[in-house]
C-alpha cells in the first residue's frame, strides 16, 4: 500500500511480551466457544510438474463447515495457485481454464473467489464474496506453479494447508484476532501503540478484537527494498514469534522517499489473503514501515495496518488507480475513497462495508471471545 502518510492500528491495552514458542493459529473450541470451531489439517506434499499436477489434490469438508482457507506453500521463487478449484455446493470459486483466459495467468480478477498468486505462497478464502452458502462436501483442486519473477511453468514441491471454519458466530459475537508486533528495541513505541490503537477501533466495528495482543523485541531485516525478494526473509523470523499474525515493524519499505511529504509504501500484506497459521512461512505475515511522516498532519501508520490486516483476512482493494474494481462485493463503490480497502489510504482508517465484515469473520484466523 503506497500513501503520502503512515497508517497503524492497536489496541489499548499493549503489553511488552517475551517470544514465546511459535504454533498455529489457535482453534476456536480452545476459547471454549460451543457451535464454533477451527480446523487446520496438512493436505501432504504435491510434486507439480511444469504442465500442472498429475493429481488433483481432494478433500472433504464436514457439513456445517462455513468457510476455509486453502495455502498452496512451496520455494520462495516458486509462485504455485488453483489452476482449478471446485467442489461444495455452489459454482466453483476457481473455474478450471481460468488461466487460458486471463491476461495475467497469475491472476484471476474475474473468477468468483477473485485469485491472486504470490511468490512463495498463495491462500484462498472460500467464500469470499457476499454470501451465506456453506462449502460442506467434496472438493478438489488441480495446481499450477510458474517461476515468481518471469511467468515461465516450473516444477516445485507444493506443501497444501487447509484451515476450515465450522459454525457460525452471530453476527454481533465478538472474535478474537492474535496479533503480534515485531519491532525493533529502537522503534518508537508510543506511535506504534498509537497505531494499534487506530487499528483497533476500526475492527471494533466489525465486532473484532486484538487479542491476545504481543508486542516483541525483534531484530531483522530492516529494509525491503523488493518485496517478492525481501518479504520472505522478514517472515521467516516468525517461527520465533508467540503464536498469533505478525506484523514485523521495518524501516522502510520501497525505494526511500524524496521528502516525508512524498508517498512511500508504508504497509505489505503477505497476500489477499495471508496464509492461516504457518509461522515463518514465506507469505505469513505483513510488514509495517516506521517511515518518517510530516508531523504537522496526521499520522497514517494506524490506516495502514487496519488497511493491510484487511488484506491478510482476505479483502481485495475495491479499486485500483486506473478504476478497475478488484473485489467481488455489491455495498463498495469503486471510486469511494471513505472505505478501508480503497487502494489510496489516509490517515484517518475508512469504514467497513457489511460484506467487507461478512469477509473478515469468516477468516479462520479469528475465534470467539467475550465481549470488551
Not at 514458542?21 to 476459547?31: I, N
Not at 464454533?36 to 498429475?54: K, Y
Not at 497505531?195 to 466495528?205: F, G, L, N, R, S
Not at 461478512?358 to 470488551?372: A, G, I, K, Q
Amino acid at each position: 500500500m503506497r500513501a503520502a502518510r503512515a497508517l497503524c492500528s492497536g489496541l489499548a491495552a499493549l503489553a511488552l511480551a517475551a517470544c514465546g514458542e511459535a504454533a498455529d493459529a489457535p482453534s476456536a473450541a480452545d476459547a471454549g466457544a460451543p457451535g464454533v470451531e477451527v480446523e487446520h489439517r496438512a493436505l501432504g506434499t504435491v510434486a507439480v510438474g511444469a504442465e500442472g499436477a498429475r493429481e488433483a489434490v481432494t478433500f472433504d469438508l464436514p457439513s456445517d463447515a462455513r468457510a476455509f482457507a486453502l495455502t498452496l506453500q512451496t520455494t520462495p521463487t516458486a509462485l504455485c495457485l488453483p489452476a482449478a478449484l471446485e467442489g461444495g455446493p455452489g459454482a466453483p470459486p476457481v473455474p478450471a481454464g481460468w488461466r487460458a483466459r486471463a491476461d495475467d495467468a497469475r491472476r484471476c480478477a474475474d473468477c468468483p473467489n477473485p485469485l491472486v498468486g504470490r511468490p512463495g505462497a498463495t491462500t484462498v478464502l472460500v467464500p469470499n464474496g457476499a454470501t451465506s452458502a456453506g462449502v460442506g462436501g467434496g472438493w478438489w483442486v488441480d495446481i499450477a506453479c510458474v517461476d515468481g519473477e518471469t511467468g515461465a511453468p516450473t516444477a516445485a514441491e507444493v506443501s497444501v494447508h487447509l484451515s476450515v471454519l465450522r459454525g457460525e458466530a452471530p453476527a454481533d459475537a465478538w472474535l478474537a484476532l492474535p496479533l503480534v508486533v515485531a519491532a525493533p528495541p529502537s522503534a518508537d513505541h508510543d506511535r506504534l501503540q498509537r497505531a494499534v490503537d487506530v487499528a483497533a477501533e476500526t475492527y471494533a466495528a466489525a465486532h473484532i478484537r486484538f487479542e491476545p495482543l504481543h508486542i516483541v523485541a525483534h531484530e531483522g531485516v530492516r529494509v525491503v527494498d523488493d518485496l517478492d525478494r525481501d518479504l520472505p526473509t522478514v517472515f521467516a523470523d516468525g517461527a520465533a514469534l508467540p503464536p498469533g499474525l505478525p506484523v514485523f515493524v521495518v524501516d522502510r519499505i520501497g525505494p526511500p522517499p524524496a521528502g516525508p511529504a512524498d508517498a512511500a509504501s508504508l504497509g505489505a500484506a503477505g497476500g489477499i489473503p495471508g496464509p492461516v497459521g504457518l509461522p515463518g512461512g514465506p507469505r505469513s505475515g505483513i510488514a509495517l514501515a516506521l517511515t518518517p511522516y510530516d508531523p504537522s498532519k496526521p499520522d497514517p501508520l494506524g490506516a495502514v495496518l487496519a488497511h493491510e490486516l484487511g488484506h491478510h483476512l482476505g479483502l481485495f482493494h475495491t479499486s485500483e488507480p486506473a478504476g478497475s474494481p478488484t473485489d467481488p462485493l455489491p455495498d463498495t463503490a469503486d471510486a469511494d475513497g471513505r472505505n478501508l480497502m480503497h487502494w489510496y489510504v489516509d490517515a484517518t482508517p475508512g469504514a467497513l462495508s457489511p460484506h467487507q465484515i461478512e469477509v473478515l469473520r469468516r477468516s479462520p484466523w479469528l475465534t470467539p471471545t467475550d465481549p470488551p
